[in-house]
């Protein structure tokens, strides 16, 4: 027979241990997103080719391109973006900064047609070049808003969106929902699904914050536009031929259009966290930018068959480069290809634009010594 001895005791000793067990386990919890959240400031590791400085007067020129074979002519008497399309009768600042305020704007007539006609010329020209086209969602859920956006773009960029069961936030860049596309996705194929090419179609919303008073006028800084991305994901080994072929593929395209630009490369303190590299086109400073496994790590997007005795997880890894975000392309636009009394139509937009190839001036400015102001 077992012997009956009192339990009591034991019985304490455990309840005790449970609670004990409960009090660690939320404190675990809690250190957990303490040190997720510090180890997410963390930055790449930046590329050896990258100019160390944190000037961006030292970024370094990869290369210069005048569109056929001549240099940009200083010409004093011409019309900046905004006094064109005032001319054009293509956008109301005015009533746009009373419905939306400060660098809010409307675009009208031949500005609609123009910044639709980029759009689907820069969606056609990545399909040629097997991008598979994403219309994405204006906004996120915040728990994967922060695996993809920096800290400091929340205070300085995005904008909140309150609800009825959670905050979301509205997108800076199609970049962000497409990075998180595959979240928690693993290609045990990855030689046979990757690389993957998408070209992310999307309005985004930036507050500019960071940008107090620099490009005010126009439709060249504001706090919503439309853009064309190239995203891309690859194997590990993969990632630096994409890097140089989507620079290209960016190349092209403003080639296309008949602009000059040149290629740069930004300096390390000008990096954000997730770019090991980054190229600045400069027409109207498009970027490009190989975020290495940066965004891959935080959104669990990973390659491969993991194998007995693998002590790392392989992370695919992604990257970005904006084809056009169009409101800044189609500044430079208007600025090349005006003349005394019109704007030309860059050829690829001319079939965008029911064939029309030029774009005649439907108005005088009414101070030619003051920015442009509608009636």
């Keep these: 027979m077992k012997a ?32 997720n959240k510090q180890l997410g400031l ?10 160390v400085s944190n000037n961006e007067d030292d970024n370094g020129i990869v290369k210069t391109y005048f569109h056929n074979n001549e240099a940009p002519a200083q010409r004093p008497d ?3 973006h905004d006094e064109v399309l005032y001319r054009l009768g293509a956008y109301d600042p005015k009533r746009g900064q009373k419905i939306a305020s400060h660098r809010g704007y409307f675009l009208t007539d031949v500005g ?6 980029l759009i689907q010329f820069g969606l056609a020209f990545l399909g040629r070049r097997k991008y598979r086209k994403l219309q994405t969602p204006y906004f996120m859920k915040q728990e994967l808003m922060q695996r993809t956006a920096q800290l400091s773009q929340f ?29 928690n996705e693993w290609f045990e194929q990855p030689k046979e699904h990757l690389p993957l090419k998408y070209a992310g179609y999307s309005t985004c919303f930036r507050k500019e914050a ?15 536009f439309e853009k064309v991305e190239q995203f891309c994901l690859t194997e590990p080994e993969e990632s630096w031929a994409m890097f140089e072929q989507m620079v290209q593929t960016s190349e092209e395209f403003y080639k296309a259009l008949g602009l000059s630009y040149r290629v740069v490369s930004v300096v390390s303190g000008a990096l954000n966290n997730a770019a090991a590299k980054k190229y600045d086109l400069e027409a109207w400073f498009p970027s490009r930018a190989r975020s290495v496994n940066y965004q891959a790590r935080e959104l669990e997007i990973r390659c491969g068959i993991k194998k007995a005795g693998d002590r790392e997880k392989k992370y695919v890894h992604c990257l970005n480069s904006t084809l056009t975000a169009t409101g800044r392309t189609l500044s430079c636009i208007l600025e090349n290809c005006q003349t005394a009394q019109s704007v030309r139509i860059p050829e690829p937009l001319v079939p ?7 774009l005649p001036f439907v108005r005088e400015l009414q101070d030619p010594k003051k920015r442009a102001t509608p009636n």
Aim: aromatic share 8%; with cysteine.
């Design 210 to 224: 960071g940008a107090a008073g620099r490009d005010t006028w126009g439709i060249f800084r504001v706090h919503k």
């Design 112 to 117: 609609v047609e123009l910044n639709m006609a």
């Design 4 to 35: 009956k001895s009192d339990a009591t005791d034991l019985i304490k000793a455990r309840t005790e241990c449970k609670k004990e067990q409960k009090l660690l386990k939320n404190t675990e919890a809690v250190q957990e997103e303490r040190w």
């Design 42 to 51: 963390v930055g790449n590791i930046v590329h050896d080719s990258v100019p």
């Design 352 to 358: 965008y634009m029911d064939g029309r190839d030029f």
């Design 78 to 80: 011409i019309y900046s």
């Design 155 to 183: 205070d300085e960029e995005l904008y909140k969106v309150t609800g009825n069961d959670e905050d979301m936030y509205l997108i800076a860049t199609s970049e962000q929902p497409i990075s998180a596309y595959h979240a």
